[in-house]
């Protein structure tokens, strides 16, 4: 007898289900969320829908905390700094993580070289595709180098004939790619659906904590950027991983977004090369080189990114508007933060700003959202404004507040660190900062309190 269908509404961000339509959804109060999927009345619920560590029915002994051991050995290095970086020192035994950026990012090239170094180091992995066919992996998999038999490849998209090879080949490591494209015969839906990409993810994270596998899933992203699917797909995994960058450039970004096992600031920098993708070892070199050294609107900025410190260029162009309506174009910083910091620039540093269009830029194609980049971003607007160069052996960075005042930042050392072994000789700083540095450093230092003290060295 066939099994009776009903419709059901699912919310895109968070995974409510309603038996009607609405605006607004109860869970997440997101706004137009609601899509429609027919599911089976009869379906038994999923396996996938057991927690992690569930014992099926069984009850659970609970043991103390002091008898948990954790040992370095269930951290698997990957062969890559870049990425063991990102995840907190390696892959965790029994982990789930997911990588998400745009298409041609990366992403399978990413992981198909976290195969190869993996197997080389003796460990059995299983590449699992659901989007290209076996030849179209090798034709990827010439180009990145010599792949041996640890390696073992699968097309499938049937989320229970993967468990069943899973089973059978015990490999250490799985790659799904990409989560959208499996599905569960027990549900109705369409692969990529909410309810296929929820149950089979619950699948994978059952096959991931009962049997210790570390399991990569590849995750599509919407127009916003953010990974397709429910939001419950973020919440259901250990660790999220962003692959940011333009296609067309060289250089792409990996980023935490969440991660149980280690620090969520951390990234790694790849360039990508005709072999794939290789480590940048220095990105502060990377990101200056080719920088102009004689033009006004420049200025060099250090950000943190977890541990590492970045120097990175920062240009603006200020110029005359031609209309009653100044233009405000920014890229890889905040749109808001510039229009924030002109109108400082236009209340406590008297710059007339507002018959003038300005253009700023962040070079290399990163995105920095630290506030210790303010100071930068005011210098190099003055120094367009006023046409005038700032010396381009000057490092900057600091927070700048909407009374005027320079704010310290965090691990001021570890910036100034940095600018001396990348060869600046001045670095203009919070003066919060400041104290207990002088003497420490061969660099120059130079501490500001506000901006009319900033507009003293330009």
Known sequence: MAKAKKTVFFCQNCGYESAKWMGQCPGCREWNSFVEETVSQGAKKSSGQATAGSTGGRAGKPVKLSEIDIREDNRVKTGMDELDRVLGGGVVQGSMVLVGGDPGIGKSTLLLQVCKLLSDLGHKILYISGEESLQQIKMRARRIGEFNENLRLLCETNLETISTTIENEKPEAVIIDSIQTMYNEEVSSAPGSVSQVRESTGILMKIAKGSGISVFIVGHVTKDGS????????????????????????????????????STNEIGVFEMQERGLVEVKNPSQVMLNGRPTDASGTVVVCSLEGTRPI???????????????????????????????MAVLEKRAGLALGNCDAYVNLAGGMKLGEPAIDLGIVVAIISSYKNRTVDPDTLIFGEVGLSGEVRGVSQAQQRVKEAEKMGFTTCIMPKANLEGLQGEFQIRLIGVGNLKDVMGYI
């Open 311 to 341: 120097l990175i260029e920062i240009q603006a162009l200020v110029t005359k508007t031609n209309f009653g309506l100044p233009r405000r174009t920014s890229v890889g910083i905040d749109y808001n933060r510039v229009n924030l910091l």
């Open 227 to 262: 990974v397709a699917g429910p939001r419950v797909l973020e919440h259901m995994v250990d660790t999220v991983l962003y692959f940011e960058g333009d296609r067309h450039a060289s250089y792409r970004i990996l980023r935490s977004v969440k991660n149980r096992f280690g």
